[in-house]
């Protein structure tokens, strides 16, 4: 019980600070290295860690959610990947330009 709980306030605070840094996205993504590379890095490792868990959770027991974490464990794994080389290697204006492209609103935007 004491790990669902912990699980469910991970999951909240992440929710919430999706939340908080989409509303500030122009704020965010203009401000230092450091601060953009972060953020980026953040979602691949909950990418990379959603993936692991749907994957691990549907090979434990092939029946759970009709077998759905084959399929989206190992590409939450691949963008978690593609977020986590982006986050370590790449210039920091397509760091930004991730950034802006991640947490936008609209799918009509002009990025």
Not at 41 to 57: D, E, K, P, S, T
Request: proline share 3%; charged share 10%; hydrophobic share 60%.
């Amino acid at each position: 019980m004491s790990i669902a709980l912990i699980g469910l306030t991970l999951l909240l605070v992440l929710f919430f600070l999706y939340a908080h840094v989409s509303t500030h996205v122009e704020k965010y993504a203009n401000s230092g290295n450091i601060v953009s590379r972060v953020i980026i890095l953040v979602i691949g490792l909950a990418m990379g860690a959603g993936g692991a868990f749907l994957f691990l959770r549907s090979v434990a027991e092939p029946s759970w959610a009709l077998g759905v974490g084959f399929l989206l464990g190992p590409l939450l794994a691949v963008g978690a990947c593609f977020y986590l080389v982006v986050a370590l290697f790449f210039p920091l204006q397509q760091v930004r330009d991730l950034v802006r492209y991640s947490f936008r609103h609209k799918l009509t935007d002009n990025i």
